[in-house]
């Protein structure tokens, strides 16, 4: 007898919960036309509002409609009422491939078997421009076959998130152990070629049990990632420890392909050749899409704030750390650090951030473009001692009403630069100033 005071949308009976975060509760459901058990992830509008996270919803919406294959857990369909946003899921009842490694290290033949079935899911991916971005255990679940199926594509990245030049510039990793030494340099990475290095570091856990970089100290680890230290357990093959030094090499450009790995003579080892991209047969089916995530009505900002929010970077807390002046950690790893900026923080709107340095750069003669993620380049017309001054300006959302802002520059003399920041810019730019990063002293909008 179905309780049809614990129906939802007249399709799914809820059951127990299996899971919740900050945003989302995650409840075993049942579906009463055809008795087929899924997993239901309810997401709190208002607070994913208040945070921002719109963008990231949506995001997770349109990559779950490209990537639908059989190493990766199906969205079945998406579902909003006033208050919340349902995504309906396959429902993986073998639980985190986590906790199969807590109980200890696997046979070399079970790592090898999960960690092609990883290779295969991911070029899958990556084939149609999806990057997942938070690769780990945690997000590697097993089926009732025992076969992997990677989840949590909430902070994955398409294709337009790349700026001009070809790379990504967010450091969405949120599991610190598994990012890549170019995520952490801060430089623009290749999404691709840190899904590699994160690949690299899950196999390494499946056959050692442990991580290959794991330190109290967060800096310490850092240090080792970026010099891509490591040690080999006893244990490990050679043919391992030689695939593993090419997975995990610093250089992303010297770092080994995935077409390069499943030709390497271990990896294809009792290889299920079916479930590679030349013979696979992806799930089939278009993804309902039962909602309208258009809400500028209900966060509060205008037309004109949302296309200005919607080109800029995200920070996230790993990006906030290395924002600030005692954590960043750029010059660990970077000779030539240049520390020619200044950061700040305003509790302003994009939009309005945007047109006071236009406003400063018509006032100092500066010749002021846009670029893709809230970059704003600022040249002068005359060059100085070191050719013509050039200023970037680049703005992150934290929240929709929180920014930072990173002035940095980028060519010309290093005293003529000072020189303008200090007697022109910072003094223009008061208005809308929360904070001068690593000063004491806060100015308040009135």
Partial sequence: MVDKGNILMQKYEMGK???????????????????????????????????????????????????????????????ATKTKIYFVLEYVKGGELFNKVQRGRLKEDAARKYFQQLISAIDFCH??????????????LLDENRNLKISDFGLSALPDCKRQDGLLHTSCVVTPAYVAPEVINR???????????????????????????????LMDMYKKICKAELKWPNWFPSDVRRLLRRILHPNPSAR?????????????TGLDATRFNDNINPIDGVLPVNMDLTLNSLNGTTVEDKEETEKLSN?????????????????????????????FTSKNSASTIITKLEEIAKSLRLT???????????????????????????IF??????????????????????????????????????????????????
């Fill in 368 to 394: 002021l473009t846009k670029k893709d993620g809230g970059l704003l380049k600022m040249e002068g017309s005359k060059p100085g001692r070191k050719g013509v001054m050039s200023v970037n300006a680049e």
């Fill in 127 to 140: 084939s149609r421009g999806v990057f997942h971005r938070d690769l780990k255990p945690e997000n590697l």
């Fill in 187 to 217: 430089k623009g990475y290749d999404g691709a070629k840190a899904d590699i290095w994160a690949c690299g570091v899950i196999l390494y856990v499946l056959l050692a049990g442990y991580l290959p970089f794991q330190e109290k100290n």
């Fill in 17 to 79: 919960l299996l899971g919740q975060g900050s945003f989302a509760k995650v409840y075993h459901a049942r579906d009463v036309n055809t008795t087929q058990s899924v997993a239901i992830k309810v997401i709190d509008k208002e607070k994913i509002l208040k945070c921002g996270l719109m963008d990231q919803i949506n995001r997770e919406i349109s990559v779950m409609k490209l990537v639908r294959h059989p190493n990766i857990v199906q969205m079945h369909e998406v579902m």
């Fill in 397 to 446: 959302q934290i929240t929709p009403n929180f920014h930072l802002v990173e002035i940095k520059k980028t060519n010309g003399d290093t005293l003529e630069y000072q020189k303008v920041m200090k007697q022109d810019m910072r003094p223009a730019l008061k208005d809308i100033v929360w904070a001068w990063q690593g000063e004491q002293t806060q100015q308040q909008n009135q």
């Fill in 315 to 343: 920070l996230n807390a790993f990006d906030i750390i290395s924002l600030s002046r005692g954590f960043d950690l750029s010059g660990m790893f970077e000779e030539n650090s240049n520390k020619e900026e200044s950061k």
């Fill in 256 to 268: 080994i392909s995935i077409a390069e790995i499943m030709e390497n003579p271990w990896f294809r």
